[in-house]
């Protein structure tokens, strides 16, 4: 496979990533959403012989691009300081503990600019595609979510979800349309939701409709909660959790997770000791340097927390 490392996807704010999560060169680090491999690449770099990377990602084409990518390191062998999973990230903790404690876990969460500029993964309303929206080729696609769930479903996934004030207007337009043929592409949806929504609100519903159909088939929400409560578990003291989110709902739940393993607390009469330090009071953004050279980064927040206590 011939590959080209630019076009895959731009690391995300890499430089900020590589300071707060690399803290030892002979450590384990898992890189929980590895895609195109920037953030790995960086981390590797600061690696002596010893140190170890553990990459998942639940896309099969990303993990295939990085045994290109890093096709030197992993013929090495035993020896080979990057080891590849096509797993979920909320799996990480179970599939990797036997290999030690962890010293740092990334997770950069969403898409990659790959995924969303492959029309046939239907991420992106901005080209014809198949309504997928999958990560991984198991579980329900986003054709079968809007053909089946009837219109109430459909409004509060989308609310929930994508926080999208014309929820039950769109939802309402899927079921009517849906009578005179089924949605198949992202198009079908996109025109929809066109139908709607008036013309300058449609850029950010279009992208909050999609956002919520991948959320609720991915089910990104409880995956993420699961994985940073699993990761208390691996993570070593002193260990280190990265989390970069694009969008609000994420962010929530990283915040609430840092803020609750980082307050001492009772609970039913036992004082629960903190077990993390937060170490992002404000989560760190962008600069507008990165923002002008990659669009898409625009939206990120970073928030980190370091492990002080079983
Ligand atoms: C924003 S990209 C990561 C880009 C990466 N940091 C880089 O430098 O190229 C997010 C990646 O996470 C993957 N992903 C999303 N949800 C996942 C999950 N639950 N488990 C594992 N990987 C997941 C996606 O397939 C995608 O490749």
């Avoid at 990797?96 to 010293?103: C, E, I, N």
């Avoid at 109430?152 to 349309?177: C, M």
């Avoid at 409880?222 to 280190?240: H, T």
Wanted: charged share 30%; with cysteine.
């Amino acid at each position: 496979m011939a590959i080209n490392i630019e076009q895959y996807h731009t690391p995300v704010l890499l430089k900020e990533v590589v300071e707060l999560l690399v803290t030892d060169p002979k450590g384990i680090y898992v890189d929980g959403t590895i895609g195109g491999g920037g953030h790995s690449s960086a981390i590797l770099e600061r690696l002596d012989e010893e140190g170890r990377i553990l990459g998942f990602d639940k896309d099969i084409e990303a993990i295939e691009f990085c045994k290109e990518k890093f096709k030197g390191e992993l013929e090495k062998g035993e020896l080979s300081r990057i080891e590849l999973f096509n797993e979920c990230f909320s799996n990480a903790c179970s599939i990797t503990r036997h290999r030690g404690k962890w010293t740092g876990f990334l997770l950069d969460l969403g898409v990659s600019s790959r995924q969303l500029d492959e029309s046939r993964r239907g991420f992106s309303y901005r080209a014809v595609g198949p309504l997928d929206l999958r990560f991984s080729p198991h579980g329900t696609t986003a054709e079968e979510l809007v053909n089946a769930a009837n219109e109430e479903d459909l409004a509060a996934l989308l609310r929930k979800f994508g926080e999208e004030p014309y929820a039950k207007k769109i939802a309402r337009a899927i079921v009517q349309q849906r009578k005179i043929s089924p949605l198949k592409t992202t198009v079908d949806l996109a025109k929809v939701v066109e139908n709607v929504v008036p013309r300058k609100f449609l850029k950010k519903s279009l992208s909050r409709v999609f956002q919520a159909i991948r959320i609720a088939i991915n089910n990104e929400l409880e995956v993420l909660e699961k994985a940073l409560n699993n990761s208390l578990e691996c993570l070593a003291i002193g260990g280190r959790i990265v989390v970069i989110s694009y969008h609000s709902l994420e962010d929530r739940i990283v915040k609430n997770f840092l803020r609750n393993f980082s307050t001492k607390r009772s609970e039913e009469g036992t004082i629960i000791v903190p077990k993390i330090k937060v170490l992002t009071k404000k989560p760190i953004v962008p600069s507008e340097a990165e923002i002008k050279s990659n669009p898409r980064a625009r939206s990120a927040k970073l928030r980190a927390g370091e492990k002080i206590a079983d």
